[in-house]
């Protein structure tokens, strides 16, 4: 089974708009803890639970149980979306008489904890977890914690019990986000080595500082460190669990309050406060502008493969690129499926296979086999039946649905039909084949053209934009409405490609606050641009967001 | 009065939880490094994977007994009254009482503590829990018992494995006269005639039964019939049953080892000024904590804060004279 990785991302960015919806019709709420954990719960409903919303308390479910309970919108929305209660019903949170509570409670059926009070849920878990071991249940419970309530005694004496009774059948996440109510934990009460200059950033960036997985692997606990927002990771710490026995796991998962809007991240203003209306649809603008960075594996050494793997993961890199080249479909030929079943041991970040050959449905299963995360295939070489049926295994087998045109393709009329379940569309800007080729200008009004096909068709995937894509024109493409880029020689050709990623999402970074300037402009003119602006409090953001909005004429 | 046949409360419990437990698997029984003490350790002897020490973490004992609770179980959670309701009152309200699965109250719990009230003796009054039942009994969807003899112990811990929902139920550390026959029956909201009287009505509970019945014992001698009642369902209380006493006998001395405030004697006095109000004395702790007392000496502990059978037959003459 592949990681699923594009509908789990599809499926966390609705829940991360109905924690805005719902929180905004409510007036207050909880939206920073609930994006800080929106990976782990994405990955938990779409990929791991075992639950039946018709049936919510079916005996042999897994427990999800909040101990953050405040992150209850967070909560709520992945449920609305795994389809427990209309996504609508998010409308009614903290209203009289909803079942949706401020803090997550048993009316709403599927609800396995009333969370409100920290420092239960990890008490309450061992309970379950040990009901289920007194009835030899096979269901496992899947509980979040939060930093902030680890200052709670109460999650210590349950970190010992469940250690006593050797509950394997529990998995626990600490959303280590850094923020509770008053300020940073660590200014609160630290669960790391103690801060003790004024450099908040140290928090995150020191590794050596970081003792909370010492703490919990001293209470007898299998320790997992992860980043919390990555979803590989998320899935690979909860495969790891569940092959652990004889002891409870912890999944340390770094995380970022507020991660997806660049003014609540890492703001702790946003622990509790709901956004305002006249920014939400700017708010929901930036949600739909995510971006992922995908180098591709062949501007590299092709004779060490394996060491352009580790460079794409100290690199940091969202997903990897394999360009698949037959040397007829394309002039060139790279590797086949056993080459990429040798690279896929060596990390968890997904295998975004681009399969650049003929009559890709006779290999499909090859390249399901060995182990990629999203397949594309291309127009020039499939027809309806032919796709039909790609886009049916890769599906069965939770694997992305990618299809590609070259730059001389227009999208078929017989792909419309699939463009509403397909999770990504490569739109070629350079002639597959060869590498080191010029980004083909014509591609952007091809994107303009496509976006209205796209749009008309329901497409809810991501463009790929791959071929040529460097620094100077990636703030142009990503307009354009691509949202994952495929970096050759402008990435992998680079001496640090850890540099040369983070240079491109800072570009991609300045295209887009200018996309939300533009947005909040006409929504509102220089007031809210203004206001816009004001809510980036921290770092830098402020001050390179002005100089966007005074260069585009918006502010004075 | 004869002399009282003593039994011990704690082994009376255990010894149903075992029984029970054979019948019942769905029983299981937590603790708190109290175990010994609370003789609960024998049902871990006879029911290994249905028994859990959780160590010196009461507000962890709460709600690990919530979590099992809300997966089938029926649990039995055990400790010190000062350490329950005196200390993980957060965790009993919002991990016991609050949760409500559809269509029930609150989660299958009973908190069934030892040590109530001022007769712990030598432990003195940090150890002497004088608030519980005022504690209590505030929270929605708990029930209240302070049982009055080993009899009681047994057949309400039966009943609470029967009934669904959360219950506290206070026992004494020493041993308690027999008060009770064992044809007893105990209902949940229903208080006990023991004696019947005319004259006056002590409404009583726990260890203070036996003294009751005593005083009435007394006052008959001195010609005044005084009505016995064993209130040992404190919430729900029966207020059939009190406003009857009111009406027929005119007046109430309540007598329990909890602070006056809030406790049972509180719970009788809302009763009947809601009913039939008439004028009602409370004894109990008279909002003083307790103090060290060696078993021998408890007695004098418990004259200190005018709990005895001769005050209860003052305070009867007394009130008698209030009458409206």
């Given at each position: 089974m592949?990681?699923?990785?594009?509908?789990?991302?599809?499926n966390?960015?609705?829940?991360?708009?109905?924690?805005?919806?719902?929180?905004?019709t409510?007036?207050?709420?909880?939206?920073?803890?609930?994006?800080?954990?929106?990976?782990?719960?994405?990955?938990?409903?779409?990929?791991?639970?075992?639950?039946?919303?018709?049936?919510?308390q079916?005996?042999?479910?897994?427990?999800?149980?909040?101990?953050?309970?405040?992150?209850a919108?967070?909560?709520?929305?992945?449920?609305?979306?795994?389809?427990?209660?209309p996504?609508?019903?998010?409308?009614?949170?903290?209203?009289?008489?909803?079942?949706?509570?401020?803090?997550?409670?048993?009316k709403c059926?599927?609800?396995?904890f009333?969370?409100g009070?920290?420092?239960?849920?990890?008490?309450?878990?061992?309970?379950?977890?040990?009901?289920?071991?007194?009835?030899?249940?096979?269901?496992?419970?899947y509980?979040?914690?939060?930093?902030?309530?680890?200052?709670?005694?109460?999650?210590?004496?349950?970190a010992?019990?469940?250690?006593?009774?050797?509950?394997?059948n529990?998995?626990?996440?600490?959303?280590?986000n850094?923020?509770?109510?008053?300020?940073?934990?660590?200014?609160?009460?630290?669960?790391?080595?103690?801060?003790?200059?004024d450099?908040?950033s140290?928090?995150?960036?020191?590794?050596?500082?970081?003792?909370?997985?010492?703490k919990?692997?001293?209470?007898?606990?299998?320790?997992?460190?992860?980043?919390?927002?990555?979803?590989e990771?998320?899935?690979?710490?909860?495969?790891k669990?569940?092959?652990?026995?004889?002891?409870?796991?912890?999944?340390?998962?770094?995380?970022?309050?507020?991660?997806?809007?660049?003014?609540?991240?890492?703001?702790?203003?946003?622990?509790?406060?709901?956004?305002?209306?006249?920014?939400?649809?700017?708010i929901?603008?930036?949600?739909?502008?995510?971006?992922?960075i995908?180098?591709?594996?062949?501007?590299?050494?092709?004779t060490?493969?394996?060491?352009?793997i580790?460079?794409?993961?100290?690199?940091?890199?969202?997903?990897?690129?394999?360009?698949v080249?037959d040397?007829?479909?394309?002039?060139?030929k790279?590797?086949d499926?056993?080459?990429?079943?040798?690279?896929?041991?060596?990390?968890?970040?997904?295998?975004?296979?681009?399969l650049?050959?003929?009559?890709?449905?006779?290999h499909i299963?090859?390249?399901?086999?060995?182990?990629?995360?999203?397949?594309?295939?291309?127009?020039?070489?499939?027809?309806?039946?032919?796709?039909?049926?790609?886009?049916?295994?890769?599906?069965?087998?939770?694997?992305?649905v990618?299809f590609?045109?070259?730059?001389?393709?227009?999208?078929?009329?017989?792909?419309?039909?699939?463009?509403?379940?397909?999770?990504?569309?490569?739109?070629?800007?350079?002639?597959?084949g060869?590498?080191?080729?010029?980004?083909?200008?014509?591609?952007?009004?091809?994107m303009s053209?496509?976006?209205?096909?796209?749009?008309?068709?329901?497409?809810?995937?991501?463009?790929?934009?791959?071929?040529?894509?460097?620094?100077?024109?990636?703030?142009?493409?990503?307009?354009?409405?691509?949202?994952?880029?495929?970096?050759?020689?402008?990435?992998?050709?680079?001496?640090?490609?850890?540099?040369?990623?983070?240079?491109?999402r800072?570009?991609?970074?300045?295209?887009?606050?200018?996309?939300?300037?533009?947005?909040?402009?006409?929504?509102?003119?220089?007031?809210?641009?203004?206001?816009?602006?004001?809510?980036?409090?921290?770092?830098?953001?402020?001050e390179?967001?002005?100089?966007?909005?005074?260069?585009?004429g918006?502010?004075e | 009065?004869?002399?009282?046949?003593?039994?011990?409360?704690?082994?009376?419990y255990?010894?149903t939880?075992?029984q029970?437990?054979?019948?019942?698997p769905?029983?299981?029984?937590?603790?708190?490094?109290?175990?010994?003490?609370?003789?609960?350790?024998?049902?871990?002897?006879?029911?290994?994977?249905?028994?859990?020490?959780?160590?010196?973490?009461?507000?962890?004992?709460?709600?690990?007994?919530?979590?099992l609770?809300?997966?089938g179980?029926?649990?039995?959670?055990?400790?010190?009254?000062?350490?329950?309701?005196?200390?993980?009152?957060?965790?009993?309200?919002?991990?016991?009482?609050?949760?409500s699965?559809?269509?029930?109250?609150?989660?299958?719990?009973?908190?069934?503590?030892s040590?109530?009230?001022?007769?712990?003796g030598?432990?003195?009054?940090?150890h002497?829990?004088?608030?519980?039942?005022?504690?209590?009994r505030?929270?929605?969807?708990?029930?209240?018992?302070?049982?009055?003899d080993?009899i009681?112990?047994?057949?309400?811990?039966?009943?609470?494995?029967?009934?669904?929902?959360?219950?506290?139920?206070?026992?004494?550390?020493?041993k308690?006269?027999?008060?009770?026959?064992?044809?007893?029956?105990?209902?949940?909201?229903?208080?006990?005639?023991?004696?019947?009287?005319?004259?006056?009505?002590?409404?009583?509970?726990?260890?203070?039964?036996?003294?009751?019945?005593?005083?009435?014992?007394?006052?008959?001698?001195?010609?005044?019939?005084?009505?016995?009642?064993?209130?040992?369902?404190?919430?729900?209380?029966?207020?059939?049953?009190?406003?009857?006493?009111?009406?027929?006998?005119?007046?109430?001395?309540?007598?329990?080892?909890?602070?006056?405030?809030?406790?049972?004697?509180?719970?009788?006095?809302?009763?009947?000024?809601?009913?039939?109000?008439?004028?009602?004395?409370?004894i109990?702790?008279?909002?003083?904590f307790?103090?060290?007392?060696?078993?021998?000496?408890?007695p004098?502990?418990?004259?200190?804060?005018?709990?005895?059978?001769f005050?209860?037959?003052?305070?009867?003459?007394?009130?008698?004279?209030?009458?409206?």
């Amino acid at each position: 089974m592949g990681l699923n990785y594009y509908q789990i991302k599809k499926n966390i960015l609705r829940s991360r708009k109905l924690v805005i919806l719902a929180t905004n019709t409510a007036g207050s709420g909880h939206p920073g803890g609930s994006f800080s954990m929106a990976e782990i719960l994405g990955c938990l409903f779409n990929k791991h639970l075992k639950f039946d919303p018709k049936n919510p308390q079916w005996e042999n479910r897994d427990r999800l149980v909040l101990s953050k309970g405040h992150a209850a919108p967070g909560l709520f929305s992945n449920m609305a979306v795994a389809g427990y209660f209309p996504e609508s019903e998010l409308e009614t949170l903290r209203k009289f008489g909803s079942k949706l509570q401020g803090h997550p409670d048993l009316k709403c059926p599927g609800v396995e904890f009333c969370g409100g009070s920290l420092g239960t849920g990890l008490s309450y878990s061992v309970g379950i977890a040990l009901a289920g071991k007194i009835d030899s249940k096979d269901y496992h419970v899947y509980t979040i914690i939060g930093d902030g309530e680890s200052d709670e005694g109460q999650i210590w004496e349950a970190a010992m019990t469940a250690s006593k009774y050797k509950v394997d059948n529990l998995t626990v996440f600490l959303d280590r986000n850094f923020i509770q109510q008053d300020s940073y934990t660590e200014r609160i009460m630290p669960l790391d080595e103690r801060l003790e200059g004024d450099d908040l950033s140290e928090m995150w960036k020191d590794a050596s500082r970081w003792k909370t997985g010492d703490k919990w692997r001293s209470f007898g606990w299998n320790v997992i460190e992860i980043d919390g927002h990555r979803v590989e990771q998320i899935d690979a710490a909860i495969k790891k669990a569940n092959r652990t026995k004889g002891v409870p796991t912890m999944i340390i998962s770094r995380t970022i309050k507020g991660k997806s809007l660049e003014h609540m991240e890492d703001n702790p203003q946003w622990h509790g406060k709901a956004p305002d209306s006249d920014v939400v649809p700017i708010i929901n603008l930036e949600l739909e502008s995510q971006f992922m960075i995908a180098p591709s594996i062949i501007a590299g050494d092709m004779t060490n493969l394996e060491n352009e793997i580790k460079r794409c993961v100290s690199g940091r890199s969202d997903y990897i690129h394999l360009d698949v080249m037959d040397g007829q479909f394309v002039p060139t030929k790279t590797f086949d499926h056993l080459k990429i079943k040798e690279l896929r041991p060596l990390t968890v970040i997904p295998f975004d296979t681009h399969l650049m050959i003929n009559n890709p449905e006779k290999h499909i299963q090859n390249y399901i086999d060995a182990g990629s995360d999203i397949v594309t295939v291309h127009a020039e070489v499939t027809d309806e039946s032919s796709f039909g049926e790609i886009h049916d295994v890769l599906k069965q087998n939770q694997i992305g649905v990618g299809f590609a045109i070259n730059p001389e393709t227009e999208l078929p009329e017989w792909s419309y039909k699939f463009l509403s379940s397909l999770d990504q569309l490569i739109v070629m800007s350079v002639v597959p084949g060869k590498s080191g080729q010029k980004y083909i200008e014509e591609t952007h009004s091809k994107m303009s053209r496509l976006n209205s096909i796209l749009k008309q068709h329901n497409f809810s995937g991501y463009i790929e934009a791959d071929g040529g894509v460097n620094l100077e024109n990636i703030g142009s493409v990503f307009a354009d409405g691509a949202r994952a880029f495929v970096g050759g020689g402008a990435i992998i050709g680079q001496q640090d490609v850890r540099i040369a990623i983070r240079e491109f999402r800072d570009e991609v970074l300045k295209s887009r606050r200018s996309i939300l300037l533009e947005k909040s402009n006409e929504l509102g003119g220089s007031d809210l641009v203004n206001k816009w602006i004001g809510l980036h409090v921290i770092g830098e953001k402020r001050e390179q967001i002005k100089k966007i909005a005074k260069e585009a004429g918006y502010i004075e | 009065m004869n002399d009282p046949i003593m039994t011990d409360m704690r082994s009376e419990y255990t010894k149903t939880l075992i029984q029970v437990g054979k019948d019942n698997p769905n029983v299981v029984v937590l603790g708190a490094d109290t175990t010994d003490s609370l003789k609960t350790s024998s049902f871990g002897k006879e029911f290994p994977n249905r028994f859990f020490n959780v160590g010196i973490a009461e507000a962890n004992l709460v709600t690990v007994s919530a979590g099992l609770a809300v997966s089938g179980k029926i649990s039995f959670a055990s400790t010190y009254a000062i350490f329950l309701p005196g200390r993980a009152v957060d965790q009993i309200r919002n991990n016991i009482a609050y949760p409500s699965p559809l269509g029930k109250k609150g989660l299958n719990v009973k908190l069934v503590v030892s040590h109530g009230g001022l007769s712990v003796g030598p432990d003195g009054g940090s150890h002497q829990q004088i608030e519980d039942i005022a504690i209590m009994r505030v929270i929605p969807n708990f029930r209240v018992f302070i049982p009055a003899d080993t009899i009681a112990v047994s057949k309400l811990t039966r009943l609470m494995v029967n009934e669904y929902g959360p219950f506290y139920m206070r026992m004494a550390r020493s041993k308690t006269p027999l008060v009770h026959s064992e044809s007893q029956e105990f209902q949940i909201g229903k208080g006990i005639t023991l004696r019947d009287g005319s004259d006056c009505t002590i409404a009583s509970c726990g260890i203070t039964v036996r003294m009751a019945l005593e005083a009435a014992e007394l006052l008959q001698k001195e010609g005044i019939s005084c009505r016995v009642l064993d209130m040992f369902s404190i919430k729900p209380i029966d207020h059939d049953l009190l406003e009857k006493a009111a009406r027929e006998t005119g007046c109430i001395v309540t007598t329990e080892e909890h602070n006056i405030l809030g406790g049972m004697g509180s719970a009788v006095t809302e009763s009947v000024s809601e009913s039939y109000p008439v004028p009602i004395k409370r004894i109990g702790a008279q909002d003083m904590f307790g103090e060290s007392a060696r078993d021998k000496e408890v007695p004098l502990l418990l004259e200190k804060h005018g709990i005895t059978s001769f005050n209860m037959v003052k305070q009867v003459k007394e009130i008698r004279n209030k009458k409206l």
